[in-house]
């Protein structure tokens, strides 16, 4: 973790601090909904991706995943 965002972290919130002039502007709550679910989607699509490539070069630590997640379904009880 760099050191500026620790200290960010570490630091209580001042409310009398000096507004930053490239802080994001507070838009409407339904854009900025919008926005988080862009971006999780976006994560999600990249995620899916990466596993995708990831059973593809490695077969047999896919097929090993396929084989325990097939265990642990027969032995979820419903």
Same mark, same amino acid.
């Given at each position: 973790?760099?050191?500026?965002?620790?200290?960010?972290?570490?630091?209580?919130?001042?409310?009398?601090?000096?507004?930053?002039?490239? /802080?994001?502007?507070?838009? #409407?709550?339904?854009?900025?909904?919008? +926005? @988080?679910?862009? %971006?999780?989607? &976006?994560?999600? !699509?990249?995620?899916?991706? /990466?596993?995708?490539?990831? #059973?593809?070069?490695?077969?047999?630590? +896919? @097929?090993?995943? %396929?084989?325990? &997640?097939?265990? !642990?379904?027969?032995?979820?009880?419903?």
């Amino acid at each position: 973790m760099p050191d500026g965002e620790k200290r960010k972290r570490d630091q209580p919130d001042q409310p009398d601090a000096p507004v930053r002039q490239d /802080a994001p502007v507070q838009q #409407d709550p339904e854009e900025t909904d919008a +926005a @988080r679910r862009r %971006r999780r989607a &976006q994560f999600l !699509r990249e995620l899916h991706e /990466a596993k995708a490539l990831r #059973d593809r070069v490695q077969p047999r630590r +896919a @097929r090993a995943a %396929r084989m325990r &997640q097939a265990m !642990r379904m027969r032995t979820f009880r419903w």
